[in-house]
């Protein structure tokens, strides 16, 4: 296994451009994916396990005594599982307040500080928000950056 990550990290270290670090990318999740298949396929759970939010790992257990609290074995992060709502939006006091600034980083070419004017936001609460949206919308990531 140590070769695997030695192998890993010497590729990492060649990847000179954004197209071969996003090959590496997706050859990893493919990767990634058929452990997870090869692992559910060998070792088959009889309840359903959710994916970690952090690891998306499918290694997870129920945790204490709510139905739907989860710790995951890899990384051992606990989370609760909402179905009605995604990942994003779960203990959030002012959704909509997070869909405006997905909406507002991606539609428009606002700074930083008029869209903190414009949604009442705190700094802090919005580097947090954002660190959170680029988990689940990688893809703004670029929309993200190039605000002053």
């Known amino acids: 296994m140590m070769h695997f990550y030695e192998d890993t990290n010497r590729y990492l270290k060649v990847c000179d451009s954004e197209q071969s670090l996003r090959e590496l990318r997706k050859n990893a999740w493919q990767f990634l994916n058929q452990v997870d298949e090869q692992l559910s396929s060998q070792y088959p759970r009889t309840d359903k396990p959710s994916l970690c939010p952090r690891c998306r790992s499918r290694n997870t257990k129920k945790n204490g005594q709510k139905q739907k609290r989860y710790r995951c074995l890899d990384c051992s992060r606990t989370y609760d599982i909402n179905l009605d709502k995604p990942h994003i939006f779960h203990h959030k006091h002012h959704p909509e307040k997070m869909l405006n600034l997905i909406f507002l ?43 002053h």
């Open 105 to 147: 980083i991606y539609k428009t070419n606002k700074s930083t500080a008029e869209i903190l004017d414009e949604l009442d936001l705190s700094r802090n609460t919005y580097y947090k928000w954002k660190k959170e949206v680029l988990i689940v919308l990688p893809f703004l990531a670029p929309y993200f950056v190039k605000r």
